[in-house]
């Protein structure tokens, strides 16, 4: 069975890269019929914080990716690393190194000097030196051949191992180093796949050698290019590096950020559209594109409408009095208001924001409008007539249609100033609707209140 986790480091929230890699690993398991484990990389008591760790599972809960497992915490885990790193030195797949920060210093420097790459040189690696606490344990890493392996997104990889070193595994102050712990849970979690960004490629190189050494089985192992900004830059806070539950503050849809985020570097075909559900279908490690992908707000807001104008006006409501606190039901035919901004809105907050003229008076005044005196007469003629008529769609649009024409007037000579007596902005839904949906008592005080002196 596939087995795969993510294995973030609660030492920030959760952003999109992260949220992508999170998805991918997900999809793909449940794709295979498989589970997907969660692991908090928590070792750096410094930096990891419990708030990240609640973030973190948040922001998973909200778009809906489930765990198979309570959440392992690595942590927790620390003796039996240490018991595991002893056992490799034991067995000589390890050693000791007492080598102090002076000697170490002169390494670098002598290497530099030579215009080497700066790396541990083995000076302990055949001293059978005996472990004393305050030394590290050093992985004796192969010195010939390469280190390989088949990425299931970029193909072979493989690095010299001239290019490594023999890493620590084992602290002075006697804690396992990342690359040790990573690749001992992955034995005990029984991963089947790691799927992780492409800044690990290295480490995986790193992890598999421990592995053979550990005499495990070595996981299948898919990177995942990076997600830049537009401007081909590292992602800044600007760009979505930001936390994951500040999409859903602005007033995202977890749906609209999942289909967009597996659009990011994956396709399947023509198709744009895909449901949660239907991804945990279909979803194929091949279909992942091989170079990095850019990050595009545009892209991510038209997804986040698309699916604004899937749901129910109920649903509307609903989600945007959550959102903002804004609730369309305390106003008549607040089920066709929210429906009507839904369809030029990229956020839930961008609904709420809009509605503002919905909820109060915006109390213009006709003189303010800079349009030709003469015209006043016309909109009170305009809104004599209005009286009469019955406020449904139809007639409503016959009327302007007609008043337009008995006036010689072209619509934007009615409808810009209307739109902003009725409003307050410039930039609204279409007239007649507008009028339908204030209704006729409020459609003519609005305008009365614009003509009077
Ligand atoms: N904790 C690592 C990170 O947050 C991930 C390690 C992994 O996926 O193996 O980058």
Not at 273 to 293: A, E, Q
Request: aromatic share 10%; hydrophobic share 35%.
């Amino acid at each position: 069975m596939i087995i795969t986790r993510f294995a973030p480091s609660p030492t920030g929230h959760l952003h999109l890269g992260g949220a992508r890699t999170a998805l991918f690993s997900y999809l793909f398991a449940k794709a295979n019929k498989g589970k997907f484990l969660l692991r908090f990389e928590d070792t750096d008591k410094e930096r990891s914080k419990e708030e990240y760790v609640e973030s973190i599972l948040k922001s998973l809960d909200w778009m809906k990716i489930k765990l198979d497992s309570d959440p392992v915490y690595q942590s927790r885990l620390v003796n039996k690393h240490k018991e595991l790193a002893f056992d490799l030195y034991k067995k000589g797949f390890a050693y000791a190194c007492d080598c102090n920060e002076k000697t170490l210093t002169k390494m670098r420097e002598e290497q530099i000097a030579k215009r080497q790459k700066p790396k541990y040189n083995g000076l302990n690696r055949n001293r059978n030196i005996k472990y004393e606490e305050g030394m590290v344990l050093r992985f004796k890493f192969p010195l010939k051949g390469v280190s390989k392996f088949n990425d299931l997104i970029l193909g072979d990889i493989a690095i010299n191992n001239k290019e490594f070193d023999d890493f620590i595994i084992l602290r002075s102050d006697g804690s396992p180093t990342y690359n040790f712990s990573a690749a001992v849970d992955d034995m005990d979690m029984n991963i089947t796949t790691v799927i992780r960004g492409d800044d690990h490629i290295t480490n995986t190189h790193k992890q598999i050698n421990v592995l053979d050494a550990l005499g495990a089985t070595i996981p299948s192992y898919a990177h995942l290019p990076m997600v830049l900004a537009e401007s081909g830059k590292r992602l800044s806070k600007r760009d979505g590096a930001k936390d994951i539950l500040d999409y859903k503050k602005d007033g995202y849809l977890s749906d609209a950020l999942i289909n967009y985020l597996v659009r990011l570097g994956w396709s399947y075909g023509e198709e744009e559209i895909f449901s949660l559900d239907k991804l945990t279908k279909i979803f194929k490690l091949d279909h992942v594109n091989s170079s990095p992908s850019k990050y595009s707000q545009d892209l991510l807001d038209w997804y986040n409408n698309k699916y604004l104008n899937l749901l129910t006006s109920e649903e509307l409501i609903l989600k945007v009095k959550e959102n903002s606190g804004t609730d369309f039901n305390q106003i008549d035919k607040g089920d066709l208001a929210i429906s009507l901004l839904a369809k030029g809105a990229n956020s839930l907050n961008q609904i709420s924001d809009e509605s503002i003229y919905f909820f109060e008076e915006p109390k213009i005044k006709f003189d303010s409008l800079n349009i030709d005196t003469n015209k006043r007469k016309l909109f009170a003629e305009f809104n004599k007539q209005l009286k009469e008529i019955d406020f449904e769609k139809i007639s409503i649009e016959r009327y302007i249609k007609e008043f337009l024409q008995a006036n010689d007037l072209k619509f934007p000579e009615l409808g810009k100033p209307l739109r902003i007596i009725l409003t307050g902005k410039e930039n609204a839904p279409s007239i007649s609707e507008l009028l339908l949906i204030l209704g006729k008592e409020t459609s003519l005080k609005r305008i009365e209140y614009s003509l009077d002196d």
